[in-house]
């Protein structure tokens, strides 16, 4: 199947400098990914879509000025958590579409961000 | 928006058993039921889904149903072994634009 791959898979940053996290899709193109967020036990929460060439679309709550989403070209979206602080400390999983309208959805490996 | 709620949020069944999760979806819309395995500190597994003009679908020893009409549907394990135990997600999806609502999750372990 299609590969998603996430970069870096851990951090660990001081609070209030700022991370990026990469998502790659890298064998198809990928117009629209998407952003989770996940805390210890609980479940995925959708943070925002992130659609290539235009403005990312952020769910009710967060903050898009924190995040900050970039999708640049068909198979790179980046997310950037800026100012962290340990509140932030999360698991950030990045996912792409198959494509052909399936809904199914391919994910990255993960990024597990510590904020000291 | 859409709502997923998942049942039960802990389940423990000994080797050998049966293991039933049941989700339930608020969206008719919603037309697209995958679940997912995850193990610790992983990304999500994609191990079955089910379409809305489908009421059944079988995977070896894991199945799903779907009752459109009761906006409900369950994934069935059966013959559990060891390596079964992690969490399960139940997740659902308006159209096609694949945009996942995630269940909360069901913490599965299979003991000996």
């Known amino acids: 199947g299609a590969v998603v791959s996430q970069h870096p898979s851990r951090v660990i940053c001081k609070s209030g400098t700022s991370v990026k996290i990469e998502c790659r899709s890298l064998?198809?193109?990928?117009?629209?990914m998407f952003w989770y967020r996940q805390f210890p036990k609980k479940s995925l929460m959708l943070m925002a879509t992130?659609?290539?060439?235009?403005?990312?679309?952020?769910e009710q709550g967060v903050e898009k000025d924190k995040f900050l989403i970039n999708h640049a070209s068909l198979t790179l979206s980046t997310l950037t958590v800026t100012s962290a602080h340990p509140e932030d400390s999360s698991f950030y999983i990045c996912?792409?579409?198959?494509?052909?309208?399936?809904?199914?959805?391919?994910f990255g490996e993960g990024s597990r961000l510590t904020v000291l | 928006g859409e709502n997923v709620e998942q049942h039960p949020s802990t389940l423990s069944v000994q080797e050998g058993d049966s293991a039933v999760i049941k989700c339930t979806y608020s969206?008719?819309?919603?037309?697209?039921f995958p679940w997912y395995k995850q193990e610790l500190g992983k990304r999500p597994q994609l191990i079955i889904d089910?379409?809305?003009?489908?009421g059944e679908k079988k995977d070896q020893r894991i199945a799903v149903t779907l009752n459109k009409t009761a906006k409900h549907f369950s994934l069935h394990i059966t013959e559990t072994q060891p390596e079964d135990s992690a969490v399960y997600f139940c997740?659902?999806?308006?159209?096609?634009?694949?945009?996942?609502?995630f269940g909360t999750g069901t913490r599965l372990q299979v003991t000996l």
């Open positions: 997740a659902a999806c308006p159209g096609t634009a694949s945009k996942l609502t």
């Open positions: 969206d008719s819309a919603s037309n697209y």
């Open positions: 996912s792409a579409p198959s494509g052909g309208g399936t809904g199914e959805l391919f």
């Open positions: 992130s659609n290539e060439g235009s403005k990312a679309t952020y």
């Open positions: 089910i379409r809305s003009n489908v």
């Open positions: 064998d198809f193109q990928a117009t629209t």
